[in-house]
């Protein structure tokens, strides 16, 4: 039998190295009922692994998997994109939950409830019990549950403890204190940026922000859903975390996404930054880092004034749905157990930087805290207090991202006022949640 091999790159960046991960596809013994699903996912350690792993569960399940990897802030769009074309072009889909709730508001995905129902007898990847449960409760939308979540994470305070000690620079308590804490490293180390975070317009720069929302006392949405942003506290954070990142932050910040803010500070070219708890997995981590050891890990600090309404540590999850428009959907379910399952996740420990794990099991084991034990402390404590609210949870969640990025772009740039342009855009979409509340 003439054999075929079928080679599938994916090709990813990380601190300026390119891996290539080849996926081998042999056509000997070959059954008839094999299936081929198509997953369009997102740029993170987790899908490094699934793709180095992916020749077990095809050699077991008989399914092939063609994996399509795009950085996660285009996810939305193509993804949104195929969906309300009904397409069966991808079976799988892989975002977070604060993008997906549009599209099970919409009726794009597919209900898992039936699949969970019939699956002990078919399916030894699912284990329902073992996934942390405010994960799992993230992607259940109206009683009904869309999602698996395949990486979920918080966000904490970390530092070069090397530097401050150098310096006699106390370890920051609250948001003041990190801004003294910038200004001292600015006097003293001229070599090293005193903070950074993400300001990439869009996603990036509102998820850095929210820390700040939060920390200042502010909120995203009034008890009646709307957008409240123009209020004195969200001002006063928009003014503060823009003044930190143009004072003390590295010059083309505006640029930073994720990878950008994480290389920077594993170069050791930053001494501080407040950005996902997955960060603490990278810098110590002596493949990717130039700060193994040296780095110190605390939850976000809050503005002492501030009456807080919330906490200023996110509860993010990304999650694997299943197209409601695939043609199959019982192939897609395996892959989905598989993909977040126990087994993998554990392995995924010493295949790559990744400490989102969303398994019980996994995190309580000792190889998550020999791995880890450096910054678990810290990231266990800001898990227990994240905040599921930390992102606006409504189905316009994708037009705040883009509006409010745009927003405080401008005033991170200077060509507008914090208090404009949080009012202007509060009042915009305002008006589209109205509108959209009575069609």
């Known amino acids: 039998m003439k054999k075929t091999i079928v080679f599938i790159l994916l090709i990813f960046t990380f601190c300026n190295v390119s891996f290539v991960c080849s996926k081998l596809h042999s056509t000997q013994d070959q059954r008839l009922d094999r299936v081929t699903i198509n997953a369009l996912l997102e740029e993170h350690p987790t899908v490094r692994v699934m793709a180095k792993l992916l020749p077990e569960f095809e050699r077991e399940t008989g399914i092939l998997v063609n994996i399509e990897v795009i950085p996660f802030e285009a996810m939305t769009l193509k993804a949104g994109k195929t969906l309300s074309s009904r397409s069966s072009r991808y079976d799988v889909y892989m975002d977070g939950w604060v993008n997906a709730l549009e599209w099970a ?78 200004q001292k490293i600015d006097e003293k180390c001229q070599d090293i940026y005193p903070i950074t975070f993400r300001g990439r317009e869009g996603v990036h720069i509102v998820y850095a922000w929210s820390s700040f929302l939060w920390a200042f ?142 398994s019980r099991s996994v995190i309580n084991s000792t190889r998550f805290s020999k791995a880890f034990g450096a910054f678990k402390e810290s990231l266990l404590a800001s898990l227990k207090n994240g905040n599921s609210k930390y992102l606006p949870i409504i189905p316009e969640a994708g037009i705040i991202f883009q509006k409010v990025g745009k927003a405080l772009t401008e005033v991170l740039i200077g060509t507008k006022e914090g208090e404009d342009a949080l009012k202007k855009v509060n009042q915009e979409i305002n008006e589209i949640i109205r509108k959209n509340s009575t069609d």
Request: proline fraction near 5%.
């Open 217 to 358: 006392g502010g909120r995203w949405l009034d008890e009646k859903g709307e957008l409240d942003l123009d209020s004195p506290e969200a001002v006063q954070a928009a003014r503060f975390f823009t003044d930190l990142l143009r004072k003390y932050g590295p010059p083309g910040s505006k640029s930073f996404g994720w990878e950008e803010n994480r290389d920077l500070f594993l170069k050791g070219k930053a001494a501080m930054s407040i950005d996902a708890t997955v960060n603490g997995a990278f810098n110590e981590n002596p493949k990717f880092s130039k700060v193994v050891g040296k780095v110190g890990y605390i939850p976000t600090p809050k503005y002492s004034k501030a009456h807080i309404q919330g906490g200023q540590a996110s509860l993010v999850t990304h999650q694997l749905y299943i197209n409601r428009y695939s043609q199959n959907k019982d192939a897609a379910f395996q892959f989905i157990s598989w993909a977040t399952s126990q087994n993998l996740q554990m392995r995924s420990i010493e295949i790559e930087p990744n400490c989102g794990m969303t």
């Open 105 to 182: 508001f919409q009726g794009h995905l597919e209900p898992l409830d039936g699949y969970i129902e019939n699956s002990p007898m078919e399916n030894p990847y699912l284990d329902m019990d073992d996934f942390i449960e405010a994960y799992l409760l993230d992607s259940a939308y109206e009683g009904t549950q869309y999602g698996f979540p395949v990486y979920g994470e918080s966000t904490f305070l970390y530092f070069r403890k090397d530097i401050f000690s150098q310096y006699g620079i106390d370890q920051p308590e609250t948001m003041e204190e990190i801004a003294l804490a910038a």
